[in-house]
């Protein structure tokens, strides 16, 4: 029994995490490559438009900091009456227009 990539995770991680993971949008990047099995090039576009900003500033931790509070996805220090975990998440789905297993669970629907 196979179970695919074995460095598949490992490489996704590194290239989310050289993006700057959840500081910037490393962590949408690698969602839309796991989820929709798409190129980093392809992802990167998919995510700056669905976001509304330039490709170049997915990796701004300045930018995305903003970026993300405005759109209530989630920011690496909780901020006050903002989302985190499954809410923020769930807020993500929307955003990017994808099914996130556990916001569907949620919602009760699977």
Same mark, same amino acid.
């Given at each position: 029994?196979? &179970?695919? @990539?074995?460095?598949?995770?490992? =490489?996704?991680?590194? $290239? ?25 090039k392809e992802a990167k576009k998919y ?7 330039? &490709?170049? @500033?997915?990796?701004?931790?300045? =930018?995305?900091?903003? $970026? ?43």
């Amino acid at each position: 029994m196979g &179970v695919g @990539d074995p460095l598949g995770m490992a =490489i996704t991680h590194a $290239v989310a995490s050289g993006m700057g993971g959840m500081r910037a949008a490393g962590d949408l990047v690698a969602r839309m490559q796991m989820t929709r099995g798409m190129k980093i090039k392809e992802a990167k576009k998919y995510v700056a438009e669905k976001l509304s900003v330039s &490709v170049p @500033d997915l990796t701004d931790p300045i =930018i995305m900091s903003e $970026v993300r509070e405005n759109l209530k996805i989630g920011t690496l220090h909780p901020i006050a009456n903002h989302p985190q975990g499954i809410e923020a998440k769930a807020n993500i789905a929307k955003v990017l227009d994808i099914d996130i297993n556990c916001v569907k669970r949620l919602r009760g629907s699977r």
